[in-house]
């Protein structure tokens, strides 16, 4: 037989997807020690080899953006690749979160028939998911302690190396800054971005405080509460009218995203109906959207084990609940994107771009009769 032939060999279905390994590998620690095995043993081994396979796929796909993205010139082309396969990430994700309620069949006295037998095992020591967080960017000095020890120090020597390397190439975040920095319309011609943005915050204030303050069913004291509150450019529009503002909130932690990516992000999101324009958009509303799942997750998990447990102790000796609820809270990486939405400004007050850089941005071709 031709080598060109050897791939195509024929394989039964039974093989190839190495359903004895598969099948055969829930082994319930109950039925090795009990006359009468715990029926939802069963139950809770398989969702967490299936946590385990989806969480080695998001690896896979993460693994694939990261390499696209490691080059000075990101190929325009691999920006729809990367989004779809960051689309598959959050589908996933949405998966996790419904397996939650198929786990939740088993009722808390269910659980305790067995819960015996998983000490001191947990889901903390989830390598491939503590991989996840790393190369999506979870920064270590926002990391909650887990029992006061270092988060990897439930590793063998070799997965710690793993993490260590991980966290040297460079994250999604890590990446994705990098790619925005190199956005190149920020400046075009005499066409400064930021100096337009600022009129056009600066008017659409002043247009909010004339609709304030000639309200007629506002008090004098709701009024003044309301200007407050409405502020002017010198409030979180700071953030990226002054760098050295931007600079300041990065030292105190309220940002981590760089002030040129920062503005890269802003000037995306708002002219995001620019053609050009509109892949990167979708890419960091991925970005979000992972974002956002992975903290509904943590939330749902959380709720999970309060109803399995109450407020006893975990397995692997966390807090339980109190621990992964306040992930959910803290464990944030893509804030700064989120944040984008409190700079945003109405289509209707956006500086108009002028007509090169239109052409720039989009997709103009001539047609001869």
């Given at each position: 037989?031709?080598?060109?032939?050897?791939?195509?060999?024929?394989?039964h279905?039974?093989?190839?997807?190495?359903?004895?390994?598969?099948l055969?590998?829930?082994k319930?620690?109950?039925?090795?020690?009990?006359?009468?095995?715990?029926?939802?043993?069963?139950?809770?081994?398989?969702?967490?080899?299936?946590?385990?396979?989806?969480?080695k796929?998001?690896?896979?796909?993460?693994?694939?953006?990261?390499?696209?993205?490691?080059?000075?010139?990101?190929?325009?082309?691999s920006?729809?690749?990367?989004?779809?396969?960051?689309?598959?990430?959050?589908?996933?994700?949405?998966?996790l979160?419904?397996?939650?309620?198929?786990?939740?069949t088993?009722?808390?006295?269910?659980f305790?028939d067995?819960?015996?037998?998983?000490?001191?095992?947990?889901?903390?020591?989830?390598?491939?998911f503590?991989?996840?967080?790393?190369?999506?960017?979870?920064?270590?000095k926002k990391?909650?302690?887990?029992?006061?020890h270092?988060?990897?120090?439930?590793?063998?020597?070799?997965?710690?190396g793993?993490?260590?390397e991980?966290?040297?190439?460079g994250?999604?975040?890590?990446?994705?800054?990098?790619?925005?920095?190199r956005?190149?319309?920020?400046?075009?011609?005499?066409?400064?971005f930021?100096?337009?943005?600022?009129?056009?915050?600066?008017?659409?204030?002043?247009?909010?405080?004339?609709?304030?303050?000639?309200s007629?069913?506002?008090?004098?004291?709701?009024?003044a509460?309301?200007?407050?509150?409405?502020?002017?450019?010198d409030t979180?529009?700071?953030?990226?009218?002054?760098?050295?503002v931007?600079?300041?909130?990065?030292?105190?932690?309220?940002l981590?995203?760089?002030?040129?990516a920062?503005?890269?992000?802003?000037?995306i999101?708002?002219?995001?109906?620019?053609?050009?324009l509109?892949?990167?958009?979708r890419?960091?509303?991925?970005?979000?959207?992972?974002?956002?799942?992975?903290?509904?997750?943590?939330?749902?998990?959380?709720?999970m084990?309060?109803?399995?447990?109450?407020?006893?102790?975990?397995?692997?000796?966390?807090?339980?609940?109190?621990?992964?609820?306040?992930?959910?809270?803290?464990?944030?990486?893509?804030?700064d994107?989120h944040?984008i939405?409190t700079?945003?400004?109405p289509?209707?007050e956006?500086?108009?771009?002028?007509?090169?850089?239109?052409?720039e941005?989009?997709?103009?071709f001539?047609?001869?009769?």
């Amino acid at each position: 037989m031709a080598d060109k032939d050897l791939k195509y060999t024929t394989v039964h279905y039974h093989s190839y997807l190495e359903l004895d390994k598969i099948l055969g590998a829930q082994k319930p620690r109950s039925a090795e020690q009990e006359e009468k095995p715990a029926h939802e043993e069963m139950l809770f081994i398989i969702i967490h080899q299936v946590y385990e396979l989806w969480f080695k796929q998001m690896k896979h796909e993460l693994d694939s953006v990261l390499d696209m993205f490691r080059h000075d010139n990101v190929d325009e082309r691999s920006i729809g690749t990367a989004t779809s396969r960051l689309e598959r990430i959050e589908e996933i994700m949405k998966l996790l979160i419904q397996q939650i309620n198929v786990l939740e069949t088993m009722t808390p006295l269910d659980f305790l028939d067995f819960r015996n037998y998983l000490f001191p095992a947990s889901g903390f020591q989830s390598f491939q998911f503590r991989m996840v967080e790393v190369m999506l960017g979870l920064e270590e000095k926002k990391r909650l302690t887990y029992n006061n020890h270092h988060y990897a120090s439930v590793f063998t020597k070799d997965q710690r190396g793993e993490l260590e390397e991980a966290t040297k190439a460079g994250s999604l975040f890590d990446v994705v800054e990098a790619w925005l920095e190199r956005t190149p319309f920020l400046q075009f011609g005499d066409f400064r971005f930021l100096e337009h943005y600022k009129k056009a915050v600066e008017n659409m204030i002043k247009k909010e405080q004339n609709a304030i303050n000639s309200s007629g069913y506002l008090t004098e004291e709701e009024k003044a509460g309301r200007l407050r509150m409405l502020g002017g450019t010198d409030t979180y529009f700071q953030s990226v009218l002054n760098k050295d503002v931007h600079k300041q909130m990065q030292e105190d932690g309220q940002l981590r995203l760089s002030y040129k990516a920062t503005v890269a992000a802003l000037l995306i999101n708002l002219y995001r109906d620019e053609p050009i324009l509109h892949g990167p958009f979708r890419l960091l509303m991925n970005l979000v959207d992972i974002d956002e799942l992975l903290t509904t997750w943590r939330y749902r998990h959380a709720q999970m084990v309060l109803r399995m447990l109450g407020r006893k102790i975990g397995t692997g000796g966390s807090s339980g609940h109190d621990y992964l609820h306040e992930t959910a809270v803290k464990h944030h990486i893509f804030t700064d994107l989120h944040n984008i939405s409190t700079l945003l400004i109405p289509r209707s007050e956006l500086p108009e771009l002028p007509k090169e850089l239109q052409l720039e941005l989009g997709f103009y071709f001539s047609q001869k009769g």
